[in-house]
């Protein structure tokens, strides 16, 4: 297992930021209970529809807006497990999230490089992503890994399959991996599952998480519903990630910002403990503000570490593990 350091413990050993009081939490948390009950969230997905209308949800089939009733937002939150294992192919390399232990990890998906050798910017290849993996597992403070490039020379249809098969073989930590569909995040269940002696095995020493993101403002998408499902029906870590835009996919101010963040994230949350009771589940934020001048997100702007430090105040509110990114 790995020592990590700690924030904001009461002996004061380690760092913390307070960002929220507690009325301000609870402020915030009944604010999203609200919109979720009476405006609700856009749930483009059959089963998805069908497993929250079976779980005491409000549906409406033609809209396909969901209701989501207050106390099974509740419950749902009650159902997360407060620690997750994230087991590595080593066991030296395990890593419990929860509570005020932090971690790190390279953060994921870009499409391009800069290439060492010649020093160009360049789409990202398999090789690349092997080469990471083999880096990553070499830095004692990356405690997960990410892979932080997409193989674009590899097929559109499969190229997640091609950086799970390499990451696999090539760190000795776990994988947040990433997956399109549910279909392709089953394939990449069953490579783990075969590493680790089967399914019931990985259920115990999870090598593998995943990662979605509902689509802001306050939707979740076939993709999104597709693997959340077929992770939550195998009892593996999902980290449910929104990326909100404070300016434009929600209102300018934070604390708006923050409700509609947290609508996002609990929405799935909820799905996933419907789908399977005790799912591990991450509170999971990329959401930071809208640079208008360009048109862009500003990942390294005040604003998202505000945004970041508040979502980890939540998540110790809702005792979830949580995960937030940033620069």
Not at 110 to 120: F, K
Not at 253 to 274: F, R
């Amino acid at each position: 297992m790995r020592s990590t350091p700690s924030a904001g413990i009461n002996s004061l050993i380690g760092w913390g930021l307070n960002s929220l009081t507690e009325d301000q939490m609870e402020r915030l948390h009944v604010g999203t209970l609200e919109i979720m009950q009476s405006t609700g969230l856009l749930v483009d997905h059959d089963e998805a529809l069908k497993i929250l209308e079976k779980g005491g949800c409000w549906v409406n089939h033609k809209t396909k807006v969901v209701r989501f009733p207050k106390h099974l937002v509740n419950e749902a939150i009650r159902l997360s497990p407060s620690n997750i294992l994230l087991a590595g192919r080593d066991p030296k390399n395990d890593f419990m999230m929860g509570g005020k232990n932090i971690g790190f990890t390279s953060f994921g998906t870009a499409v391009q490089t800069e290439d060492l050798e010649t020093g160009e910017i360049r789409e990202s290849t398999l090789k690349d992503v092997k080469e990471m993996a083999i880096l990553c597992d070499a830095l004692e403070n990356v405690d997960i890994y990410t892979p932080p490039v997409s193989p674009t020379d590899m097929p559109d249809s499969s190229f997640e399959l091609h950086a799970a098969a390499v990451s696999f073989t090539n760190t000795s930590k776990h994988i947040d991996g990433d997956a399109e569909s549910g279909a392709r995040c089953k394939k990449v269940i069953e490579m783990a599952a075969a590493i680790v002696g089967g399914t019931d095995e990985l259920k115990i020493r999870p090598i593998i998480s995943f990662g979605v993101c509902p689509t802001s403002p306050l939707q979740l998408i076939g993709d999104c519903c597709d693997v959340l499902i077929e992770a939550s029906k195998n009892h593996l870590p999902i980290n449910v990630l929104s990326m909100a835009m404070s300016g434009a996919s929600t209102p300018i101010p934070l604390a708006s910002t923050i409700i509609v963040h947290n609508a996002e994230v609990l929405a799935g949350i909820v799905l996933a403990q419907i789908t399977n009771p005790g799912t591990p589940v991450i509170y999971g934020s990329s959401t930071t503000t809208f640079y208008m001048k360009h048109g862009t997100a500003t990942v390294g702007a005040p604003e998202m570490a505000m945004i970041s430090a508040a979502a980890a105040s939540m998540a110790h509110y809702y005792k979830v593990p949580c995960y937030v990114g940033g620069t």
